[in-house]
Antibody, heavy 120, light 113 residues
C-alpha cells in the first residue's frame, strides 16, 4: 500500500528555518515525481514545490529562493527545507505523489499533512 | 503561469439534486499531441487531505461513484454531481497539471439545502 507520512512541522519565528520530511512506503521514490502542496488555515490549496523523477526541481514564485526540495533515495524520503519563513507560510503542508511516474500527473496519493506555524 | 478560477464559490443543493461546478483556466490545458486535457478534480472533507475524483478532465478515479462526472476541454471545465448525497458535502478543487507549475482553483464549497 502506498503511504506518505509527513513530519517536521511546528512553531517557528519569522525569519527562521524548518525542514519537513515525507517518508514514503509501498513504492520507490527513485523514479517518482513528488510535490509539496500547502493549505493555509481556512484557505484553499497552493502548490509549493515539485521534484521530478530525474533531476528537475520546481518552485512556486512565492517560495522561490527560500525553499529547497530534495530526495534521499536510500531512505525513500522527500524533504522540504524552508528558510526565511514568513507569517504567510503558515499552513498545513501536504506531501503528494503523482498517479503516474512523469512530472505532469494528477495527485493520486496525499499524506495527512504537517502543520507549520510562523509566529513570534 | 496558468490561473484557475472556479465558480461559484459555494452552492447549496437539495439531496438528490444535481450540483454543477465550473472551472476556467487562463490558458488552454489541452495537449494537442495526445489530445488530453491536463485537468483534475479533487474533493476535500474537513480535517482530511484532498481526494482525487477525476483526471484527464473526464476520467473517473477508481472507486469514485459514477454520480461524479467531469467534462470540458481547453479552458472550460465542469464537475457534475448528478444526485447529491449527504456524504458529498465537501470543498471541491480543480487543478491543472499541464506544466510543472501546478495551480488549483480557489475551491467550491458544496452544502445541503
Amino acid at each position: 500500500e502506498v503511504q506518505l507520512v509527513e513530519s517536521g512541522g511546528g512553531l517557528v519565528q519569522p525569519g527562521g528555518s524548518l525542514r519537513l520530511s515525507c517518508a514514503a512506503s509501498g513504492f520507490s521514490l527513485s523514479s517518482c515525481a513528488m510535490s509539496w502542496v500547502r493549505q493555509a488555515p481556512g484557505k484553499g490549496l497552493e502548490w509549493v514545490s515539485g521534484i521530478s523523477g530525474s533531476v528537475g526541481t520546481y518552485y512556486a514564485d512565492s517560495v522561490k529562493g527560500r525553499f529547497t526540495i530534495s530526495r534521499d533515495k536510500s531512505t525513500n524520503t522527500v524533504y522540504l527545507q524552508m528558510s526565511s519563513l514568513r507569517a504567510e507560510d503558515t499552513a498545513i503542508y501536504y506531501c503528494a505523489k503523482g498517479k503516474y511516474s512523469g512530472d505532469l500527473s494528477p495527485v493520486a496519493c496525499w499524506g495527512q499533512g504537517t502543520l507549520v506555524t510562523v509566529s513570534s | 503561469d496558468i490561473v484557475m478560477t472556479q465558480s461559484p464559490d459555494s452552492l447549496a443543493v437539495s439531496l438528490g439534486e444535481r450540483a454543477t461546478i465550473n472551472c476556467k483556466s487562463s490558458q488552454s490545458v489541452l495537449n494537442s499531441s495526445n489530445n488530453k486535457n491536463y485537468l483534475a478534480w479533487y474533493q476535500q472533507k474537513p480535517g482530511q487531505p484532498p481526494k482525487l475524483l477525476i483526471y484527464w478532465a473526464s476520467t473517473r478515479e477508481s472507486g469514485v461513484p459514477d454520480r461524479f462526472s467531469g467534462s470540458g476541454s481547453a479552458t472550460d471545465f465542469t464537475l457534475t454531481i448528478s444526485s447529491l448525497q449527504a456524504e458529498d458535502v465537501a470543498v471541491y478543487y480543480c487543478q491543472h497539471y499541464y506544466t510543472t507549475a501546478w495551480a488549483f482553483g480557489q475551491g467550491t464549497k458544496v452544502e445541503i439545502k
